[in-house]
């Protein structure tokens, strides 16, 4: 079974692409506590500094699709630019503005709930891209919110990501949940790439009722180790009239687990084979996890990112693979095209 996405425009070199879902409490707050996974929460705050110096080391680029709610500085500053219509879930627990009234004031009275300061330590690191995760985690496939609240929610993302002179061109939607429609509305919002889903029956788009079950986590858990969803790599597809670029996703990079610290040589060569097909094949590795999964156990956690970034710069220098994030891939796919359409022109004017 190959998990292969085959379609997209070949690039002349194996490309390295990382996404990393930036939500801290916003994210999590349906299904965990503060005090459950506090600790997370907070090593966010020591693992994205590291992170960003291990991106400067070797070069490498990478989007940090971004909740809107963590820009705001201020309590008040948030309440003065939320949307008039808000997503009405049928859970209510799924909606993050039933937090508002609990949060503190300021990022350092409440570091769970506002980001400023690591928002901008990413905006000073070369090749970083700020993407947008929505501005409130929103659903797009729960029961309750339309359409409507949707494009204002990402209407408020962009407002609060200009105020830092960031034009948001890249979007991740939380849950990797979406629909034709939805993908149609970032379009028209000048969205110019988004991360879709990897191949397969595993990971297709499903609501939170439906990614639950045990089976499919075990499947999940075992093709971290093993080719159970096979080769994942993949292609961009430029945009369209009707959806951004698509840059499909490789797989999510799970974090240190102390009780599988005797299969980590595994779980390294399974991503590794994937990145050397990339670059010997001219199609893209496309990575993804959140900063508050390598929260805890920061130090494994770098160490495992960093065997990569070994096995990413050895790539680089035997085939010449690179480094770019999701903005960078549209905007050369976009050329690649360009280029393809104005070949075919000449053609036609030939003949």
Not at 336 to 351: I, K, P
Request: charged content about 20%; aromatic content about 10%.
């Amino acid at each position: 079974m190959s998990g292969t996405h085959s379609i997209g425009p070949l690039f002349s070199h194996g490309t390295l692409v990382f996404t990393l879902d930036f939500e801290l409490h916003w994210g999590v707050h349906d299904s965990r506590t503060l005090a459950s996974y506090g600790a997370n929460l907070l090593g966010v705050r020591t693992a994205i500094p590291a992170m960003l110096n291990l991106f400067g080391d070797f070069g490498v680029h990478a989007t940090w699709a971004t909740v809107g709610f963590l820009f705001h500085k201020t309590r008040s500053e948030l309440l003065s630019n939320l949307p008039a219509k808000r997503p009405l879930y049928a859970d209510p627990a799924l909606s993050c503005y039933a937090l508002i009234d609990h949060i503190g004031n300021d990022e350092q009275s409440d570091p769970y709930h506002y980001a400023p300061s690591l928002i901008e330590r990413i905006m000073r690191t070369p090749g970083q891209e700020i993407g947008s995760h929505t501005y409130s985690h929103f659903f797009c496939m729960e029961q309750g919110p339309g359409l409507e609240a949707f494009v204002q929610d990402l209407l408020a993302a962009k407002q609060v990501a200009a105020e830092y002179g960031i034009e948001l061109r890249s979007l991740v939607f939380p849950r990797n949940q979406y629909t034709p429609e939805h993908l149609r509305a970032c379009r028209l919002l000048g969205f110019n790439t988004y991360r879709g889903n990897a191949a397969g029956h595993l990971y297709r788009s499903r609501t939170k009722r439906d990614a639950t079950g045990k089976t499919l986590r075990a499947a999940k858990l075992v093709d971290a180790y093993l080719p159970f969803s096979g080769t994942n790599v993949v292609h961009a597809v430029p945009a369209s009239d009707s959806a951004p670029a698509l840059i499909p996703a490789s797989r999510f990079m799970r974090p240190y687990n102390p009780a599988l610290r005797h299969l980590e040589w595994i779980r390294l060569r399974r991503i590794s084979a994937d990145m050397e097909m990339a670059a010997r094949s001219g199609g893209i590795y496309h990575l993804w996890w959140h900063p508050h999964n390598v929260g805890i156990n920061v130090l494994e956690n770098m160490s495992f990112l960093r065997r990569i970034l070994v096995e990413y710069a050895r790539l680089q220098r035997e085939y010449g693979m690179r480094s770019l994030n999701m903005g960078e891939v549209g905007d050369e796919v976009t050329v690649d095209l360009v280029g393809q359409a104005s070949a075919a022109a000449r053609e036609t004017c030939a003949e």
